[in-house]
């Protein structure tokens, strides 16, 4: 299965102004994302789908492969569907959202994504990293529960599992998985998604990816050890970034 590794980056973001055109050590942000899935190799195409002619004139600044898209989505996930769907795209059967504020995604996270969908297991792929039992009590920071086979069962910013009795509190302490935001799909099932109306569940906790759970999408979660990534939301976040950047390509 070819794969289609997709940014999507707009300028809106309220916490953020255009946060994609923020630099990171010395670059834009969504150049550096666009870097780091260039450099894990796991797609034979990435682009980045913007509706922002600034956006567009930077990644060809840098020759990044940019894709100019309908101003009107309400969602990343749309913005990427318009992609999936044009003409030069259609051969990929599996594409990957990697969201353009992510620039430290682990490249463990990007491949188990994808490997739910590649492999056949699941229409849906996305990953969670083992976490502190501190991240409950954190509204942003989003938390999955997962079954047996590794399929999704609920996505939430409250604290799950919670914790009923405190005895069995070594029970909950191997199964805080903090959610990170990339997601992979078949191409049937990403048409399905954005298809699907807003579901009250997703209206209540704020996360779109309950949508398709809430249709009965199976969503496979790659877990992994490693800790989730520095994203970048705020003006604080980008500073850590930068400060964090000299680091992260020392390890890398």
């Known amino acids: 299965m070819k794969t289609l590794a997709v940014i999507p980056a707009r300028l809106g973001a309220s916490r953020l102004p255009r946060k994609p055109l923020r630099l990171l050590a010395g670059l834009p942000l969504v150049i550096r994302v666009w870097q780091r899935v260039q450099a894990v190799g796991l797609a034979e195409r990435c682009v980045i789908a913007t509706d922002s002619d600034e956006v567009v004139e930077a990644a060809r600044r840098y020759a990044a492969n940019v894709v100019l898209t309908s101003p009107d989505h309400p969602s990343g996930t749309d913005r990427i569907a318009e992609v999936a769907a044009r003409r030069e795209f259609r051969d990929f059967d599996a594409i990957l959202n990697v969201q353009g504020d992510e620039p430290f995604v682990p490249a463990s996270a990007l ?130 970034a930068n400060a964090h950047w000299t680091e992260y390509e020392e390890r890398s």
């Open 111 to 240: 491949r188990g994504a994808v490997h739910h969908v590649t492999s056949g297991t699941f229409p849906l792929g996305t990953a969670a990293a083992r976490a502190s039992e501190e991240v409950l009590v954190e509204p942003n920071v989003v938390k999955v529960v997962a079954a047996d086979d590794g399929r999704a069962m609920y996505f939430s910013r409250a604290a799950i599992p919670f914790l009923r009795d405190a005895a069995e509190a070594h029970l909950r302490s191997a199964r805080v998985w903090q959610h990170i935001g990339v997601y992979a799909y078949a191409r049937d099932a990403l048409a399905k998604w954005v298809s699907l109306p807003p579901h009250p569940l997703e209206q209540i906790e704020r996360l779109e990816q309950l949508r398709p759970l809430a249709a009965g999408l199976a969503m496979g979660v790659a877990l992994i050890d490693e800790p989730a990534r520095i994203g970048v939301d705020t003006a604080d976040d980008l500073e850590r």
